[in-house]
């Protein structure tokens, strides 16, 4: 199986920061990985998919790059509405696997 | 407009069963793999078991194979996952997941989850 290490686990931050999360792939997944923001008592949302295409209607702030075992999501200015947990998954091979998710807080 | 309402979460003793469901539409049901993922209270996500669009294909995670079943009724747009010999780990939201594009995933809809508590 395939283990997704997301870093931090937590982040404080302030509005108009700059954010930047991790996913490393415990075996190389090429492009196929995907970036979730869920808020709470929601279900996540999909924000980045093949590593770097921004999901439709979402805000050019959010990036990914990365291709093989290592990943980063930016947010480039974070917004009010962005507080949220972050996970990266890889959608390379069976079983699929999830990071165990970035918490932005309020600083 | 692409909606899943998930259904079926409960209440239910250790080693026993529940059968959730999926009702999906505003989109090509048939055409399409379905997923579903869980989240335990204040924890992550773990996804849990897929079915291809004419069912042919599943795939489990290894913490419920075994235990857990999915399957789906085109007629009916909806894909069930049967869920037996429950234990205290497995009490969670239930999400089902439809994926973005032709591909098994990533997840671009999601249902509101439903929640298993499982407990004596």
């Known amino acids: 199986d395939i283990q997704m290490t997301q870093s931090p686990s937590s982040v404080s931050a302030s509005v108009g920061d700059r954010v930047t999360i991790t996913c490393r792939a415990s075996?190389?997944?090429?492009?196929?990985l995907a970036w979730y923001q869920q808020k709470p008592g929601k279900a996540p949302k999909l924000l980045i998919h093949?590593?770097?295409s921004l999901h439709s209607g979402l805000p050019s702030r959010f990036s990914g790059s990365g291709s093989g075992t290592d990943f980063t999501l930016t947010i480039s200015s974070l917004q009010p509405e962005d507080f949220a947990s972050y996970y990266c998954?890889?959608?390379?091979?069976?079983?699929?696997?999830f990071g165990g998710g970035t918490k932005v807080e309020f600083k | 407009e692409v909606q899943l309402l998930e259904s079926g979460g409960g209440l239910v003793q250790p080693g026993g069963s529940l059968r959730l469901s999926c009702a999906a539409s505003?989109?090509?049901?048939?055409?399409?793999?379905m997923t579903w993922v869980r989240q335990a209270p204040r924890k992550g996500l773990e996804w849990v078991s897929a079915?291809?669009?004419?069912?042919?294909?599943?795939y489990y995670a290894d913490s419920v194979k075994g235990r857990f079943t999915i399957s789906r009724d085109n007629s009916k747009s909806t894909v069930i996952l049967q869920m037996n010999s429950l234990r205290a780990e497995d009490t969670a939201i239930y999400f089902c997941?439809?994926?973005?594009?032709?591909?098994?995933?990533?997840?671009?809809?999601w249902g509101q989850g439903t929640l298993v508590t499982v407990s004596s």
């Open positions: 997941a439809k994926p973005y594009g032709s591909g098994w995933s990533p997840f671009d809809f």
């Open positions: 505003g989109f090509t049901f048939s055409s399409s793999g």
């Open positions: 079915i291809s669009g004419t069912g042919a294909s599943a």
């Open positions: 075996q190389g997944i090429s492009s196929y």
């Open positions: 093949g590593a770097s």
């Open positions: 998954q890889q959608a390379n091979s069976f079983p699929l696997t």
